[in-house]
């Protein structure tokens, strides 16, 4: 059987692609255990960036719900929720380098909401992102109540969690759910060759760059001017700050080590 999750190495950063296409990559227990294992894996100072996409027409429909027909009375969801959703959410915002999600297709409960968990989203012009939560009877679950109105405010918010109606991918971009719409056929090579660019920056600049950013919706502007003071300090003691300084002045690019 193939695995629900494929991983390749690149040369500095990891391919993560979610591979169960008949079942549009919705997540039953192995596939959630396989990203958490990998994302584990990316911890990895050999691995300085990661992208996230999914195999065939879909992205993510969210939990598999074939795992939730049961005779047996209802599911402690909060227990799932707990044991593997929250935790990939938290591995994703939290892994010290950056993770670019290619979405190629339906986003759809966890599924949008684990996008937009990453740190950079391109979404192909024909995905689309549902909270699809509402339909089922379910609150928007993986970071979906914190990232939406932080995204695109909270008008837009409640409506696309009480309607699960879905966002195109141009409307996401327009309305700042996503960094970019890109033609179908230009996904993949455009969000590879940006997992790539990354993996040769700065990855611990990156890595507290993407720590303060985490921290912002919860800090007063004092909190966060004194989080960057102290992330400033620990960038500006990295080997890769003092060769980033010094292939400035000596006019040519910079090799940057990943330290
Ligand atoms: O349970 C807990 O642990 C709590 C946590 C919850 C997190 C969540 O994510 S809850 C939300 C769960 N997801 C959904 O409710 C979405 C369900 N899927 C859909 O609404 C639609 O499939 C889509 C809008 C995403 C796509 O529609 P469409 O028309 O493009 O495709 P389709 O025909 O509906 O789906 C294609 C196949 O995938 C189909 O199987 P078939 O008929 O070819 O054998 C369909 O049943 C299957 N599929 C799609 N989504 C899921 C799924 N199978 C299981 N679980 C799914 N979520």
């Known amino acids: 059987m193939d695995p629900s999750l494929l991983v390749a190495h690149h040369d500095g950063w ?28 990316a911890e990895d100072d050999a691995c300085r960036a990661v992208l996230l996409t999914g195999a065939g ?4 429909a969210g939990q598999d719900l ?17 044991t593997f959703y929250n935790p990939l959410v ?5 892994l010290r380098k950056p993770v670019v999600c290619a979405v190629n297709g339906v986003a759809a409960g966890a599924g949008a909401n684990l996008a937009l968990a990453c740190d950079i989203v391109l979404a192909a012009r024909s995905a689309k992102f549902i909270q699809a939560f509402a339909k089922i009877g379910l609150v928007p679950d993986s ?27 141009e409307t996401a971009e327009s309305w700042g759910l996503i960094w970019r719409a890109v033609d179908d056929v ?19 600049g990156l890595a507290l760059a993407k720590a303060a950013l985490n921290a912002s919706a919860g800090n007063t502007l004092d909190a966060q001017l004194d989080l960057e003071r102290d992330l400033q300090r ?7 700050y003092r060769e980033g300084v010094t292939a400035f002045m000596e006019k040519r690019p910079a090799r940057f080590s990943g330290r």
């Not at 990891?14 to 584990?40: G, H, I, K, Q, V």
């Not at 074939?66 to 707990?82: F, K, M, N, Q, W």
């Not at 938290?90 to 939290?94: A, S, V």
């Open 14 to 41: 990891t391919e993560l692609t979610l591979n169960r296409p008949d079942r549009l990559n919705s997540f039953n227990e192995e596939l959630s255990r396989a990203l958490a294992a990998a994302l584990d894996d």
């Open 57 to 60: 027409r879909g992205f993510c």
């Open 66 to 82: 074939g795992e939730r027909v049961s005779a047996d009375g209802p599911p402690d969801l909060g227990y799932t929720i707990e």
């Open 90 to 94: 938290r591995r994703l915002r939290g």
């Open 143 to 169: 970071g979906g109540t914190f990232f939406l109105p932080r995204l695109i405010g909270e008008a837009r918010a409640r409506a696309v969690s009480l309607l699960a109606e879905p966002v195109s991918a």
């Open 186 to 204: 230009a996904l993949l090579p455009e969000a590879r060759a940006l997992a790539a660019h990354l993996a040769t920056q700065p990855t611990q």
């Open 234 to 240: 620990e960038a500006g003691r990295t080997p890769d």
